[in-house]
């Protein structure tokens, strides 16, 4: 898995959902994912090595989402609805490529 075509795949996941709001979401989600970038990394080596569940991973990677929509929401530049479907949008686009 490319790590860096992961996550433009996922901020390009979240424009669709944040479109006018974008350009002030967008630097904030961006040092949000790179600061992830070696716990994500990590669990996605674990899961693949056989050392982490795939239930535990799931688990771990709807925190994440959560983590980035509180995040989002305390920017307070967009409706709650729309960062929900835009991390969601965005979790699937890293779950479908880990799974």
């Given at each position: 898995?490319?790590?860096?075509?992961?996550?433009?795949?996922?901020?390009?996941?979240?424009?669709?959902h944040l479109?006018?709001?974008?350009?002030?979401?967008?630097?904030?989600?961006?040092?949000?994912?790179?600061?992830?970038?070696?716990?994500?990394?990590?669990?996605?080596?674990?899961?693949?090595?056989?050392?982490?569940?795939k239930n535990?991973?799931?688990?771990?990677?709807?925190?994440e989402e959560?983590?980035?929509?509180?995040?989002?929401?305390?920017?307070?530049?967009?409706?709650?609805?729309?960062?929900?479907?835009?991390?969601?949008?965005?979790?699937?686009?890293?779950?479908?490529?880990?799974?």
């Amino acid at each position: 898995m490319n790590w860096d075509i992961t996550i433009n795949d996922m901020l390009e996941a979240m424009q669709q959902h944040l479109e006018k709001d974008w350009p002030k979401m967008k630097n904030a989600t961006a040092g949000f994912l790179q600061q992830r970038y070696e716990r994500l990394s990590k669990m996605h080596e674990l899961y693949h090595t056989g050392d982490l569940e795939k239930n535990f991973l799931y688990l771990r990677l709807i925190e994440e989402e959560l983590l980035l929509q509180s995040e989002m929401n305390a920017l307070a530049i967009t409706s709650i609805a729309a960062i929900r479907r835009a991390t969601r949008a965005a979790f699937r686009v890293l779950i479908r490529s880990i799974f």
